[in-house]
């Protein structure tokens, strides 16, 4: 299972914090995690054949072995405390859900 986390940054956050930030803390964070495969964070540079910019700043990629698995091990106390931080930089992030076909 996959979800892909699309965002912005809220106004006023510095694109350099929160890729500190990710660097530092989210990436290792969340891949030491045992229900994650890989999580990857991307920052956006445009749309492929376009001059427009990316309707998002940031993408993230989670590879996981389950949901329930993956929920257990995000609802600890530990781990809402080292995520805390995202609240504060993403604006409304979307996490969607998919399936391999």
Same mark, same amino acid.
């Given at each position: ?12 956050? &510095? /694109? ?6 990710? #660097? ?9 995690? &045992?229900?994650? #495969?890989?999580?990857?964070?991307? #920052? ?45 930089? /993403? ?11």
């Amino acid at each position: 299972m996959r979800i892909i986390v699309v965002f912005n940054l809220k106004d006023g956050v &510095s /694109a350099a914090d929160y890729e500190a930030w990710a #660097k530092k803390d989210d990436i290792p964070g969340v891949n030491r995690l &045992s229900s994650v #495969k890989g999580f990857t964070v991307h #920052k956006a540079t445009g749309l492929l054949g376009s001059e427009d910019p990316s309707p998002y700043q940031y993408v993230e990629v989670l590879d996981i072995t389950g949901m329930d698995p993956f929920v257990a091990e995000i609802s600890t106390e530990e781990f809402q405390a080292m995520a805390a931080p995202f609240q504060d930089f /993403a604006d409304n992030p979307q996490f969607i859900l998919t399936e391999d076909i």
